[in-house]
């Protein structure tokens, strides 16, 4: 019995595309039916909630579009999500409806975990869906997206919302049945029951996504994915579609990712763990020492250089003089702004460009560090 499971009250479940629809692209609706009974099971007795982060999207639209296998450009992908996403919960809501399950969806994008204002309204919509009994299905918003149409088969957006409905714990489910040592077609390969830490893993060669061709994980971004929840203090059960149910009842199945850290800010577990830079400022060695050790925030005065083009808000790079990556923040000012600031006082400033000058480049609040 593993406790962490048994005590879990608060529980987000992602499922993989492969899991929901056929290699050929379309929705498997006996598939679908029994996640859903599984699920709707687990909140009958009214002590947990579910939070379901669904992939399948783009999967499910290839077919109505006439598509053998997910396209590569992001045209096709993101009209194929357009497509798919309504077939996708309305198959969810017809299937819930059997238990009198009320669905909601949530759409987010990486933007709502990052940015203050969305980020509070995705954490009130998702805790009032779960007070009035109704089930979240949350996806990326991928008619949309970007760089969140790659971003890793939902993996990463699973353990980052998991964070942000302050869940007891997260399970990742796929076609493959928890972490292997080796490759798990092969003789001799054996399952990994629990992680405690990355060093339990730090020898196992890990594989990338199937060959169905409809999802874009794999075993790395599930990895990732529940080494990002185990450091925010949620545990994590890695196991396939067919065993949610064991492993939802605490059974041993699949692989169990032990908590490794406490919870901190959401905004700063994106920023971290999911963001993609648009730019990069390169620090002088006084500014490297007082944002690395001293926690600081970083003025005008310590930017060296500056690459990239970014607007106030977006995610940049920090470095060191030899081009090392020390950190990562939200930057205050657009790119093209940054070139008159370099090497000045936030004093100097605010005499010759006004009081909004006098303000530091990356808020320390906003920042994280990339090494020690």
Not at 329 to 356: C, Y
């Amino acid at each position: 019995m593993r406790q962490g499971v048994a005590e879990a009250r608060r529980i987000v479940v992602k499922v993989g595309s492969s899991s929901l629809t056929t290699a050929q692209g379309g929705l498997d609706a006996d598939r679908v039916d029994a996640l859903v009974d599984v699920l709707a099971k687990v909140r009958s007795g009214g002590e947990k909630e579910i939070v379901l982060v669904s992939s399948g999207a783009i999967a499910a639209g290839l077919a109505p579009l006439g598509l053998r296998r997910r396209p590569k450009d992001l045209a096709r992908q993101q009209a194929a999500a357009s497509v798919g996403q309504g077939l996708l919960v309305a198959r969810y809501t017809a299937s819930f409806a059997r238990y009198g399950v009320r669905v909601g969806q949530v759409l987010l994008t990486s933007d709502d975990m990052a940015r203050r204002a969305h980020h509070r309204n995705a954490s009130r919509t998702l805790d009032q869906l779960l007070a009035m009994g109704a089930l979240p299905v949350v996806n990326e918003n991928d008619t949309v997206a970007t760089d969140e149409i790659r971003f890793g088969d939902n993996d990463r957006l699973a353990a980052l919302v998991a964070h942000l409905v302050n869940a007891d714990l997260l399970v990742l489910l796929s076609d493959i049945d928890g972490l292997y040592d080796g490759d798990p077609s092969k003789p001799g390969t054996s399952r990994i029951s629990e992680v405690r830490g990355p060093a339990d893993i730090a020898h196992v060669k890990i594989g990338s996504a199937g060959k169905a061709g409809v999802g874009t994980g794999g075993m790395v971004t599930k990895v990732e994915a529940a080494g990002i929840a185990a450091a925010a203090g949620i545990p994590v059960v890695l196991t396939s579609a067919v065993h949610a149910a064991d492993a939802l009842a605490a059974r041993d199945t699949g692989t169990y990712f032990h908590r490794t850290g406490r919870r901190s800010s959401d905004r700063l577990l994106w920023l971290q763990h999911a963001s993609t830079p648009q730019g990069a400022l390169t620090l002088d060695d006084g500014a490297v020492k007082a944002v690395v050790e001293g926690r600081k925030s970083l003025l005008p005065a310590g930017i060296a250089a500056v690459e990239g083009e970014f607007a106030a808000g977006d995610p940049v790079e920090l470095r060191d003089g030899a081009g090392r990556a020390v950190a990562r923040g939200l930057v205050n000012f657009d790119a093209k702004e940054i070139p008159q600031l370099i090497g000045r006082s936030t004093r100097e400033l605010a005499r010759e460009l006004g009081a909004a000058y006098e303000r530091e480049v990356v808020h320390r609040d906003d920042l994280v560090l990339l090494r020690a």
